[in-house]
């Protein structure tokens, strides 16, 4: 049973490109999570979504940040014209069910250069 | 709204005991607690979903008191593998609204023989 998968693992973009990110859930899993994460700090939500819907985006920023989870494929966390301070692990998680356990991606490290 | 962690760091000699704490200002549906290896994903250890709940395998358990929103983490008898940081996440009850699992800051454990 695979487990999340995320890629890329390693992103360099320059200043103005997009950044795509990709996360494939465990199977059965409906449930998905994106988080930021900036080094020796913690994980800060981003959004949560079920197929095909955002159930929150709180944590992401209005401007720049887009998450989909169509019907079929991966979730995708788009950020467009990237800055420096986008340069961070981003982990995406997913769970059964929500309010239950998440199991964590590898993680893509995006590098805005 | 972040659920406040703590000690913030905590050092041990092989075969001691820690107690790693974990609480919030809102009434809580679950609470899950994850370690994290350094450049590597957060790795889920057990969710609480109950009040008054005790879970546990191996040397590592948790209680969770729902009254007072709060968690615990116990490390008993560590072993070096044990040394990383570790988060609570939060999930916040059904009726107070939001589904967005809030983690904490994380408490970083170092085992040393």
């Known amino acids: 049973n695979a487990g999340v998968m995320q890629n890329p693992r390693h992103l360099v973009r320059r200043r103005g490109q997009e950044a795509r990110l990709r996360c494939s859930p465990m199977?059965?899993?409906?449930?998905v999570y994106w988080y930021r994460q900036l080094p020796e700090e913690g994980l800060k939500f981003m959004v949560y979504?079920?197929?095909?819907?955002?159930?929150?985006e709180s944590g992401m920023p209005k401007e720049r940040f887009s998450a989909e989870f169509p019907k079929e494929g991966p979730s995708i966390l788009r950020i467009q014209q990237v800055v420096r301070g986008d340069s961070a692990a981003y982990f995406c998680?997913?769970?059964?069910?929500?309010?239950?356990?998440?199991?964590f991606g590898p993680g893509t490290r995006l590098t805005v250069t | 709204q972040q659920p406040v962690q703590s000690p913030q760091a905590v050092i041990l000699r092989e075969g001691e005991d820690a107690v790693i704490n974990c609480s919030s200002s809102?009434?809580?549906?679950?609470v899950h607690w994850y370690r994290q290896k350094h450049g590597e994903a957060p790795v889920f250890l057990m969710i609480?979903?109950?009040?008054?709940e005790q879970k546990g395998h191996e040397k590592i358990s948790a209680s969770f008191n729902e009254k007072k929103q709060q968690s615990s983490l116990y490390l008993t008898a560590s072993q070096l593998s044990y040394s990383g940081t570790y988060f609570c996440?939060?999930?916040?009850?059904?009726?107070?609204?939001?589904?967005?699992?809030?983690f904490g800051a994380g408490t970083r454990l170092f085992v040393k023989a």
């Open positions: 998680a997913s769970s059964p069910t929500r309010g239950s356990e998440q199991y």
């Open positions: 199977k059965g899993h409906s449930h």
């Open positions: 979504l079920q197929k095909e819907n955002i159930i929150d």
């Open positions: 809102k009434a809580l549906y679950s």
């Open positions: 609480l979903l109950k009040g008054g």
């Open positions: 996440g939060t999930d916040p009850q059904l009726n107070t609204g939001g589904f967005k699992t809030i």
